[in-house]
């Protein structure tokens, strides 16, 4: 390929944020995947929002069809995937219409200028052209005939008219890789690997990318050419990740790390599918994979694996963990390990599938019947999913309860550079199974009690069928302390109540204290869960620049919280919680610690952006709010 | 105290698989009786009490698990063969038996019970059908003929009753039997041949709930009107019954009849065949149910070869091992596009 970089300005950025957006059919989330593996390998830090609709295929040319990639790309560490994008690039009216507000004002419009005929301004409600009616003035417009640049580069592949017109994200991919000096090489290598059996597929998409980049470089209309030159990274060997990617991989450390084979019970549901999927396809670990035939048959079926001696998980989103709650319980009072994921989306009901949001928190923490405290972790970047989901396994296991875990559609699917850990650094979290009696009976013959628990631990034994000697029932019903048979007394209720209780509730002293990020003498405090550590990252960095900075915390743990969460609370004057949800996390920081903690809420099925936080603890400051 | 020295049983008595736990469910109940006959198979089976684990759900049939010296667990309202389910995948070594009754199975686990029939694991279903909730004291249940009048019915029942064995039938049960309480050795041999299926089985057991459904299943099961109401299926022979063997079942395009032998003749009579691959000949024999008044079939209906699930999920584990080398943490981590930061 000809460098024609002396013709062009090669600009250096710091960073730039990128949407691609087009129909759902069009290939927008492969084309940004494409070009984060491909900034990734440059070494850039990245970090992704993609966007697409619940349908399969909303009628074509639709806004409601839309489907977009956000990507951020940067020489510097960055939190979040961009407040406004610099580049849209819109592969047809829709897409221009449904994203064009979001662009930051003087920033680049992509159309593909095909897609713009009458049929398709109509059918999104354009009733004049946006090219002609001065409502892009503030952008800098790029026409590009892509799908036809397209077809005529494909021309002597063998392949159909309508099969070369869908390699055209291809050529966007090609146009957006030259002006970011992105090497093609990661994508054609992706190619090939993916349509090996397609040779024509193959070729037609080369052919695609490739045009699309020779058209950048050849036409004097992209006089400029940028490159986000790589952050620095700490030392290391990275990898992309997804959250939905990095949760699997962490299931399967985790057994490694346990030394227990994995079960996994799981039912499709949107965002969580794609972890059942990934599972599915590393069996040579020894995982089992059980599609089940609705949410409750999933993890009751993880259940009857934990009694088998599995480190047993299932895999949901918000309506299913409703489904599960009964069988939740019973792991509950059975004292059984397993370990629930709730991928979490817009509810309630059916809600915004395929839209974050943070709002199961009270359910996971309170939503069963009768008093069943059960630990809840959450995980804060996509790679972190791999590490809670080793943390959740390892409490589930080492306190024989059900542990849920939370994640969300953000980070199931957002994407991020990750310094791959050094697997002999990872903790052991193996548990012993009981093998042996551990108690009298009242006639002073040896016996097993399943409820005799471990005094520090409080644990109760856990002892596999198989075991001989050790024959026992386990259920629903109330059992007697110690020796684990029914038991209905009001004494051992109580008694069985407050020992389930104080051994959630002891977790806390074998969990990390929460770190202060600050400088620990400010006098306001932004307190997050989950997903919003990004946003409140960089809202803090961003306060530091505006001369008024504050400290921040970020919650791993909820129940039970981390030990000094209340001492850390109680030293600011000012408590802000941000929160994807309409303020579930400062009910419970405020009935547990009584301080005076202020809510920020956003509920659009989106990440929060750093000047919404900023807004947000305004409103409260101007009284707006209370 | 820790020690494995246990208090040594002999496995051939009955107490050897009798918890320390006392049976309450009321004087005269039919689970009495199927206890029992489950107690005294196990002193035949010639099996270990630490591999056999019951797992029930929730009703009066549901307190089965605590009454058995084995492991078991007493689960949540219908979800058993979902449970169960998990436990033969994790463990093929285990028996592992399902208990429940009518409710339990066919209304609010009626999901779980085809769908572990349909995917053949290996579990055994013993579904204690008494026509009636008795633990919430007397409701209608699916199994309930119509016009029945409870507590929930007062101008009597107007859903029509699953008949569980055409249902089994229908979602591809590879062992589908029945038995009745009142008869410990048919129950044994019933449970005998569950055990040594291969697969998913599902048993139904008439089953008498003296308190709120008292006699469901007298004019059938009682022994004075067994000659004439139970049909006994014996794989290879004639489906003969009566006192005199003078009556036999008649298989035609899609269904099943009762003929006098007098009258159609010996040759015309069904020969069961147990290993029949098409379901509809145990379906037929499944839908001849209508307890009040007409014979009824006992023993094995279907009792055929198809993949068991444990073992096909076994086979790929052991297939991915084969095509893929054993799983190693550090490769899977390393599996996509990397780049190294120095």
Redesign the interface.
């Known amino acids: 390929m000809t460098n024609t970089a002396d013709r062009v300005d090669k600009t250096n950025l710091d960073q730039v944020v990128i949407r691609f957006a087009g129909d759902s059919g069009d290939g927008m989330q492969l084309t940004g995947d494409r070009f984060t593996s491909a900034s990734a390998l440059a070494g850039n830090d990245v970090l992704t929002l993609p966007e697409y609709p619940a349908e399969i295929r909303a009628p074509q040319g639709t806004v409601a069809g839309v489907s977009a990639f956000q990507i951020h790309i940067s020489d510097h560490e960055i939190y979040t995937p961009g407040d406004e994008p610099d580049v849209l690039v819109a592969m047809n009216p829709a897409a221009l219409k449904s994203q064009i507000a979001r662009i930051k004002s003087g920033g680049t419009v992509i159309l593909n200028i095909d897609a713009f005929d009458e049929r398709n301004l109509t059918k999104c409600g354009y009733e004049v052209d946006p090219r002609e009616d001065g409502s892009l003035d503030d952008y800098i417009v790029h026409e590009v005939p892509m799908t036809s640049l397209t077809v005529g580069a494909t021309a002597d592949i063998d392949v159909k008219k309508r099969d070369a017109e869908r390699s055209k994200n291809l050529f966007a991919l090609g146009l957006v890789s030259w002006m970011y000096t992105r090497s093609l090489e990661p994508t054609i290598d992706w190619v090939e690997k993916k349509f090996a059996k397609k040779p024509e597929v193959v070729a037609a998409n080369i052919a695609a990318l490739k045009a699309g980049h020779a058209y950048g470089e050849t036409t004097e209309m992209f006089a400029d050419q940028f490159e986000v030159v790589a952050a620095p990274h700490a030392p290391g060997t990275y990898t992309n990740i997804t959250g939905n990617a990095a949760t699997a991989w962490g299931m399967i450390a985790a057994g490694e790390l346990a030394k227990l084979p994995i079960f996994l019970g799981s039912y499709p549901i949107t965002p969580a599918s794609d972890i059942l999927h990934e599972l599915a396809k590393h069996k040579n670990f020894g995982i089992r994979t059980f599609q089940a035939e609705d949410e409750i048959a999933a993890a009751g079926a993880a259940v009857g694996a934990a009694f088998g001696g599995h480190l047993a998980f299932t895999t949901t989103s918000g309506p299913g963990v409703a489904l599960k709650g009964e069988t939740i319980s019973l792991a509950n009072m059975a004292e059984l390990p397993m370990v629930i994921i709730n991928v979490q989306r817009g509810g309630p009901s059916t809600g915004l599938p395929t839209k974050t949001e943070a709002s199961d928190l009270l359910q996971a923490v309170y939503g069963r019947h009768g008093e069943s405290p059960l630990p809840v972790v959450a995980a804060y970047s996509p790679s972190n999913c791999f590490d809670m989901a080793i943390e959740a396994s390892r409490i589930a296991l080492k306190y024989r309860t059900p542990v849920i875990l939370l994640t969300d559609g953000y980070l199931a699917n957002g994407a991020e550079p990750w310094n791959l850990p050094d697997v002999d650094g990872l903790p052991d979290i193996s548990v012993e199974f009981t093998t042996e009696f551990n108690a009298e009976d009242a006639n002073g013959n040896p016996a097993f009690y399943p409820f005799l628990r471990d005094p520090e631990t409080l644990a109760r034994p856990w002892a596999l069928p198989g075991t001989p000697g050790l024959e026992h029932r386990l259920g629903g019903l109330e059992k007697a302390d110690g020796s684990g048979n029914v038991e209905y007394s009001p004494e051992n209720h109580e008694l069985m109540s407050r020992l389930r209780k104080a051994k959630v509730d002891g977790i806390a002293s074998d969990i990390p204290l929460v770190e202060v990020h600050g400088t620990g003498d400010r006098d306001t405090l932004l307190v997050g869960w989950g997903s919003t550590a990004g946003s409140i990252t960089y809202a803090q960095t961003l306060l530091e620049q505006e001369g008024t900075p504050v400290d921040r915390i970020h919650l791993t743990h909820i129940s039970p919280f981390h030990s000094n969460l209340g001492e850390v609370l109680k030293r600011y004057k000012h408590v802000y919680v941000p929160e994807l949800n309409m303020g579930q996390l400062v009910k419970m920081l405020r009935s547990e610690f009584l301080v005076d903690a202020k809510s920020i809420t956003k509920m659009k099925g989106l990440p929060f952006t750093a000047r919404e936080i900023m807004s947000g603890m305004n409103q409260h400051i101007d009284g707006v709010v209370a | ?7 040594q049983t002999d496995p051939t008595k009955r107490g050897h698989w009798t ?3 006392e049976v309450r469910w009321c004087p005269g109940c039919g689970d009495y009786g199927i206890l029992a006959a489950m107690q005294f198979l196990h002193t035949e089976l010639g099996v ?4 056999s ?1 019951f ?1 029930s759900g ?1 009703g009066c049939a549901a307190r089965f ?2 009454y058995m ?8 309202h219908g ?1 058993a063969p ?10 093929p ?2 028996d592992v038996w399902v208990i429940g009754g009518d409710g339990d199975m066919l209304s609010i686990g009626g ?2 019970l085809i ?1 572990a029939l349909r995917r053949n694991v290996n579990i055994k279903i013993l579904l204690f059908n008494n026509q009636i909730y008795g633990l919430t004291k007397g409701q209608f249940s699916p199994t309930s003929e119509v016009g029945k009048v409870t507590k929930s019915t007062p101008m009597g029942s107007i859903d029509a009753p699953f008949k569980p064995l055409g249902l089994a039938a229908g979602a591809g049960a590879s062992f589908i039997a029945r038995t009745h309480d009142l008869d410990r050795k048919h129950m044994m041999a019933t449970f005998k041949r569950a055990h040594e299926h291969k697969g998913a089985a599902l048993v139904e057991i008439y089953q008498n709930c003296n308190v709120f459904n008292d006699g469901a299943f007298d004019a059938i099961v009682k022994r004075a009107n067994r000659d004439e109401m139970m049909i006994d299926l014996v794989h290879g022979e004639p489906i003969l019954f009566g006192a005199e063997k003078q009556r036999g079942i008649v298989m035609h395009g899609g269904g099943a009849t009762i003929a006098e032998v007098a009258d159609v003749g010996l040759d015309a009579i069904a020969i069961h065949d147990e290993k029949n691959p098409d379901p509809s000949v145990a379906f037929a024999l499944g839908q001849m149910a209508d307890n009040r008044q007409s014979p009824t079939p006992f023993g094995v209906l279907r009792a055929v070869e198809q993949q068991e699930y444990s073992e096909a ?1 076994e086979n ?2 052991k297939l ?2 084969k ?5 190693n ?2 490769d ?3 599996s ?7």
């Not at chain 2, 105290?1 to 208090?7: G, P």
């Not at chain 2, 996509?336 to 120095?342: L, N, S, Y």
């Open positions: 105290m820790s020690s494995t020295v246990e208090i918890s320390s736990q270990k009490r630490e591999n684990v797992i929730i698990p605590y010296n084995s492991y078991g667990m007493h689960t949540i979800r979902a449970i169960a389910t998990g436990l033969a995948l994790a463990r070594d285990l999901n779980h769908h999920v790929q584990l991915a091992k095509n893929q080398g054993e799983g943490l550090h899977l981590l390393h996509g596009a990397t780049w190294d930061v120095e």
